[in-house]
């Protein structure tokens, strides 16, 4: 009887203690920016980020390591609670850090579901004679990326 008794007690202490630990663990939130030349920058806090680069799709969580990677044009989505939501974007960069996930676009938009005519929506109606002012537009873009990316000559 008495061996019972110390059981349960050493049980009821492992409870105690796990409940505390659990109390005290914070939910790690990933930090997303979104920045483009047009629009303003967006803030948004996810738990997981699937993003589609070239080599497939990825997913980004909390603690991953710092890298830089292209990303395609379409669908991706990040997970915040149990809702995905999904951003499109016309090619872009995705840069990690240790603090937040920068993603650098020409254009993007964001839906609360899947949108099936994403690419007119991120298509630029240019006529002719501004075919030149959108090349200018994006060697700006290319060159405002690398100085973002190397800040001064040092890269990461």
Same mark, same amino acid.
């Given at each position: 009887?008495? *061996?019972?008794?110390?059981?349960?007690? *050493?049980?009821?202490?492992?409870?105690? =203690?796990?409940?505390? *630990?659990?109390?005290?663990?914070?939910?790690?939130?990933?930090?997303?920016? !979104?920045?483009?030349?047009?629009?303003?920058?967006?803030?948004?806090?996810?738990?997981?980020?699937?993003? +589609?680069?070239?080599? @497939?799709?990825? @997913?980004?969580?909390? @603690? #991953?390591?710092?890298?830089? $990677?292209?990303?395609? $044009?379409?669908?991706?989505?990040?997970?915040? %609670?149990?809702?995905?939501?999904? !951003?499109?974007?016309?090619? %872009?960069?995705?840069?990690?850090?240790?603090?937040?996930?920068?993603?650098? =676009?020409?254009?993007?938009? !964001? $839906?609360?579901?899947?949108?099936?005519?994403? *690419?007119?929506?991120?298509?630029? #109606?240019?006529?002719? +004679?501004?075919?030149?002012?959108?090349?200018?537009?994006?060697?700006?873009?290319? +060159?405002?990326?690398?100085?973002?990316?190397?800040? @001064?000559? +040092?890269? !990461?």
């Amino acid at each position: 009887m008495e *061996r019972q008794i110390i059981s349960l007690n *050493r049980l009821f202490i492992w409870w105690e =203690a796990s409940r505390r *630990r659990i109390k005290k663990r914070r939910k790690c939130l990933l930090k997303i920016n !979104f920045s483009s030349l047009k629009e303003i920058e967006r803030e948004e806090n996810a738990d997981i980020l699937i993003v +589609k680069t070239p080599e @497939g799709e990825m @997913g980004i969580l909390n @603690g #991953h390591e710092l890298m830089t $990677a292209e990303l395609l $044009a379409g669908p991706h989505r990040y997970k915040q %609670g149990n809702i995905f939501f999904y !951003f499109y974007l016309s090619k %872009g960069m995705l840069e990690i850090k240790k603090e937040s996930i920068e993603i650098y =676009a020409m254009r993007y938009f !964001f $839906a609360d579901s899947e949108v099936e005519n994403w *690419r007119e929506k991120l298509t630029y #109606h240019l006529d002719i +004679k501004k075919d030149f002012d959108y090349d200018v537009l994006k060697k700006n873009m290319i +060159k405002e990326l690398t100085e973002k990316m190397w800040h @001064g000559g +040092k890269r !990461f």
